[in-house]
């Protein structure tokens, strides 16, 4: 056995990575050196990675923690060359092009457009949850908001759009081109002005996450593909806290993770039903399904 993640967002590895699961592990009452083998030794071996174990000969690539309870790194080695020292790295900055395919032109309300139906098929989002629930709402309900796909990759008139019940938004709109696995442009706003303004801040930029609303808007660059950043880790997680905040504080969104719960509205192998760029999905028939409910 060993450890690993998925979608650790840049403010949650400031905290910690695999250090925080041993942690974790230690506390479940779990051996403390079969916590440390799963976390050392067993991925070494599993992907027969060029990384040494502290044997004869092997490269010395080791950590140093303050101690064995919190596991709090204070400096780590490869090659025995320090190269990180107290939460700094002592690296030298790679400069690197950013490889980006990003054709979308800018948008406008009116492409947002959904014909108004009295019964609709909803996206009903679980805070914590990658599964997303179908939902018959009558028209008038309250917090249900309209969620739209952009193809990143072409620019095409937007078919993606729907309705999502659950981010619970007051006013604004949050964009961002980090939706698993196509990683095309998502949006869900109270507003299609408020969601087009959002959307165009990633497309203009060819990528990143977005939010407006309270007469301010909020942007974090994300060059490299559209889904990662080229600047100093510790600045783009200070960008993504006070963009993350800004959505829960002043946009009203109570989700405890808002642009990852929305990375996922497009991951269609995930049921119930999620939205592509083609339409509303259900991800049980795996049929394209209107978002008006038939009568």
Request: proline letters at 3%; one cysteine or more.
């Amino acid at each position: 056995m060993l450890f690993c993640s998925d979608d650790r967002h840049p403010n949650d590895l400031l905290c910690g990575h695999i250090n925080e699961m041993v942690v974790r592990a230690i506390e479940l009452g779990h051996d403390m050196f079969d916590v440390l083998e799963m976390a050392c030794l067993n991925p070494i071996e599993h992907y027969d990675l060029d990384v040494g174990s502290l044997k004869v000969r092997d490269s010395a690539d080791f950590i140093i923690v303050k101690d064995l309870k919190n596991f709090h790194v204070l400096e780590t080695y490869i090659d025995g060359v320090c190269v990180a020292k107290d939460g700094k790295t002592l690296l030298e900055s790679q400069e690197i092009n950013a490889i980006n395919k990003f054709e979308a032109k800018p948008k406008e309300a009116k492409d947002f457009y959904l014909p108004e139906c009295g019964d609709m098929e909803v996206i009903q989002v679980v805070d914590h949850e990658l599964m997303t629930y179908e939902k018959v709402l009558h028209e008038g309900d309250e917090d249900v908001l309209k969620i739209a796909v952009i193809n990143r990759y072409k620019d095409i008139p937007i078919k993606g759009v729907a309705h999502v019940k659950g981010f619970h938004l007051k006013e604004g709109a949050i964009a961002s081109s980090v939706a698993h696995d196509s990683h095309n442009i998502i949006v869900v706003g109270c507003s299609d002005e408020a969601m087009a303004e959002a959307a165009n801040l990633v497309i203009n930029a060819k990528g990143g996450v977005s939010a407006v609303g309270k007469g301010e808007s909020h942007f974090l660059l994300l060059n490299v593909g559209g889904v990662m950043s080229n600047s100093d880790g510790f600045e783009v997680a200070q960008k993504y806290e006070n963009i993350d905040t800004f959505v829960k504080e002043q946009l009203g969104s109570t989700l405890s993770a808002p642009f990852m719960t929305l990375s996922f509205m497009a991951l269609l192998v995930i049921p119930e039903i999620k939205l592509s760029d083609k339409g509303l999905f259900d991800g049980r028939s795996f049929h394209f399904i209107s978002p008006c409910k038939e009568q």
